[in-house]
Protein backbone atom coordinates (compact mmCIF):
# COMPACT_ATOMS: atom_id res chain seq x y z
CA UNK A 1 0.00 0.00 0.00
CA UNK A 2 1.21 3.29 -0.94
CA UNK A 3 1.23 6.39 1.63
CA UNK A 4 0.56 9.71 1.09
CA UNK A 5 3.74 12.05 0.94
CA UNK A 6 3.60 15.73 1.97
CA UNK A 7 5.37 16.47 -1.60
CA UNK A 8 2.23 15.02 -3.40
CA UNK A 9 -0.04 17.47 -1.61
CA UNK A 10 1.87 20.29 -1.75
CA UNK A 11 1.69 19.50 -5.75
CA UNK A 12 -2.77 19.38 -5.38
CA UNK A 13 -2.73 22.11 -3.37
CA UNK A 14 0.04 24.44 -5.49
CA UNK A 15 -2.29 23.96 -8.34
CA UNK A 16 -5.41 24.48 -6.78
CA UNK A 17 -4.09 28.10 -5.70
CA UNK A 18 -2.75 28.51 -9.35
CA UNK A 19 -6.23 27.93 -10.48
CA UNK A 20 -7.78 30.07 -8.27
CA UNK A 21 -5.12 32.87 -9.15
CA UNK A 22 -5.77 31.85 -12.63
CA UNK A 23 -9.15 32.39 -12.44
CA UNK A 24 -9.03 35.56 -10.22
CA UNK A 25 -7.22 37.41 -13.09
CA UNK A 26 -9.77 36.35 -15.81
CA UNK A 27 -12.39 37.37 -13.71
CA UNK A 28 -10.43 40.62 -12.86
CA UNK A 29 -9.93 41.43 -16.49
CA UNK A 30 -12.98 40.64 -17.98
CA UNK A 31 -14.57 43.23 -15.62
CA UNK A 32 -12.09 45.34 -16.30
CA UNK A 33 -13.02 45.50 -19.95
CA UNK A 34 -16.27 45.69 -19.31
CA UNK A 35 -15.84 49.19 -18.03
CA UNK A 36 -13.68 50.46 -20.21
CA UNK A 37 -15.19 49.34 -23.38
CA UNK A 38 -19.01 48.86 -22.66
CA UNK A 39 -19.18 51.26 -19.80
CA UNK A 40 -17.72 54.12 -21.87
CA UNK A 41 -20.20 54.11 -24.79
CA UNK A 42 -22.55 56.93 -25.47
CA UNK A 43 -26.31 55.52 -25.06
CA UNK A 44 -27.04 57.62 -27.86
CA UNK A 45 -29.51 59.41 -25.60
CA UNK A 46 -29.81 63.18 -25.16
CA UNK A 47 -28.61 64.53 -22.17
CA UNK A 48 -30.91 67.83 -20.25
CA UNK A 49 -32.13 68.75 -17.60
CA UNK A 50 -35.20 70.85 -17.39
CA UNK A 51 -37.18 72.76 -14.21
CA UNK A 52 -41.02 72.82 -14.13
CA UNK A 53 -42.58 75.66 -12.13
CA UNK A 54 -46.56 76.19 -12.02
CA UNK A 55 -48.20 79.23 -11.34
CA UNK A 56 -51.92 78.50 -10.02
CA UNK A 57 -52.85 81.99 -10.11
CA UNK A 58 -52.05 82.75 -13.69
CA UNK A 59 -52.40 78.65 -15.14
CA UNK A 60 -49.20 79.12 -16.43
CA UNK A 61 -45.98 77.08 -16.82
CA UNK A 62 -42.16 77.77 -17.01
CA UNK A 63 -40.03 75.62 -18.33
CA UNK A 64 -36.43 76.41 -17.69
CA UNK A 65 -32.95 74.32 -19.26
CA UNK A 66 -30.88 74.06 -16.87
CA UNK A 67 -28.49 71.89 -17.97
CA UNK A 68 -27.37 69.45 -20.79
CA UNK A 69 -26.61 68.80 -24.18
CA UNK A 70 -26.36 71.68 -27.06
CA UNK A 71 -30.09 71.43 -27.97
CA UNK A 72 -31.43 72.93 -31.30
CA UNK A 73 -34.69 75.43 -30.93
CA UNK A 74 -36.54 74.38 -33.50
CA UNK A 75 -35.76 70.40 -32.82
CA UNK A 76 -37.59 70.76 -28.91
CA UNK A 77 -40.86 70.73 -29.30
CA UNK A 78 -43.51 71.13 -26.21
CA UNK A 79 -46.41 68.95 -26.06
CA UNK A 80 -49.06 69.80 -23.68
CA UNK A 81 -53.29 69.80 -24.07
CA UNK A 82 -54.00 71.21 -26.87
CA UNK A 83 -51.18 72.11 -28.94
CA UNK A 84 -47.37 71.02 -29.61
CA UNK A 85 -45.32 73.80 -30.23
CA UNK A 86 -41.60 74.06 -30.90
CA UNK A 87 -39.24 75.70 -27.90
CA UNK A 88 -38.31 78.38 -31.05
CA UNK A 89 -42.10 79.16 -31.09
CA UNK A 90 -42.44 79.78 -27.63
CA UNK A 91 -39.46 81.41 -26.93
CA UNK A 92 -40.03 83.63 -30.07
CA UNK A 93 -36.16 82.69 -31.12
CA UNK A 94 -35.25 81.40 -34.92
CA UNK A 95 -35.44 77.75 -35.62
CA UNK A 96 -31.60 77.31 -35.38
CA UNK A 97 -30.90 79.13 -32.81
CA UNK A 98 -29.32 77.31 -29.77
CA UNK A 99 -30.60 76.70 -26.25
CA UNK A 100 -28.66 77.68 -23.44
CA UNK A 101 -28.55 76.61 -19.54
CA UNK A 102 -30.69 79.27 -18.55
CA UNK A 103 -33.65 79.55 -21.41
CA UNK A 104 -36.89 79.76 -20.63
CA UNK A 105 -39.92 79.27 -21.87
CA UNK A 106 -43.48 79.63 -20.83
CA UNK A 107 -46.78 77.96 -21.17
CA UNK A 108 -49.88 80.29 -20.92
CA UNK A 109 -52.99 81.99 -22.48
CA UNK A 110 -51.40 85.32 -23.35
CA UNK A 111 -48.75 83.47 -25.69
CA UNK A 112 -48.53 80.94 -28.82
CA UNK A 113 -49.67 78.24 -26.48
CA UNK A 114 -53.01 80.25 -26.25
CA UNK A 115 -54.72 78.37 -23.47
CA UNK A 116 -54.97 78.43 -19.73
CA UNK A 117 -52.90 75.26 -17.79
CA UNK A 118 -54.79 73.41 -15.03
CA UNK A 119 -53.42 70.97 -12.65
CA UNK A 120 -53.54 67.25 -13.80
CA UNK A 121 -52.21 68.67 -17.94
CA UNK A 122 -49.50 66.12 -18.82
CA UNK A 123 -46.73 67.90 -20.42
CA UNK A 124 -43.65 66.22 -22.91
CA UNK A 125 -40.47 67.83 -23.85
CA UNK A 126 -39.54 65.82 -27.31
CA UNK A 127 -36.03 66.25 -28.66
CA UNK A 128 -36.20 65.25 -32.53
CA UNK A 129 -33.11 64.86 -35.20
CA UNK A 130 -34.50 63.65 -38.41
CA UNK A 131 -36.50 60.70 -37.89
CA UNK A 132 -35.12 60.04 -34.07
CA UNK A 133 -37.48 61.37 -31.43
CA UNK A 134 -36.44 61.57 -27.50
CA UNK A 135 -38.71 61.93 -24.90
CA UNK A 136 -36.25 64.18 -22.48
CA UNK A 137 -39.28 65.06 -19.60
CA UNK A 138 -42.54 64.36 -18.93
CA UNK A 139 -44.06 66.53 -16.27
CA UNK A 140 -47.68 66.71 -15.01
CA UNK A 141 -49.50 70.09 -13.59
CA UNK A 142 -49.56 70.16 -10.15
CA UNK A 143 -51.75 72.47 -8.22
CA UNK A 144 -48.71 72.55 -5.73
CA UNK A 145 -46.26 73.44 -8.06
CA UNK A 146 -42.67 72.12 -9.15
Not at 99 to 112: D, F, H, K, M, Y
Not at 128 to 141: D, K, M
Amino acid sequence: MRGTSGDDRAVSEGAGVAALVLLTVLVTASVGMNVLFVGGEDDTGIQADFEFRYFSGQESLLITYNEGDELVAGNLTVSAPGATLSWAELGRANATDTIEPGALVQLRSNNAYGRDLRPGANISLVYATGTNQTVLETYEVSSTGS
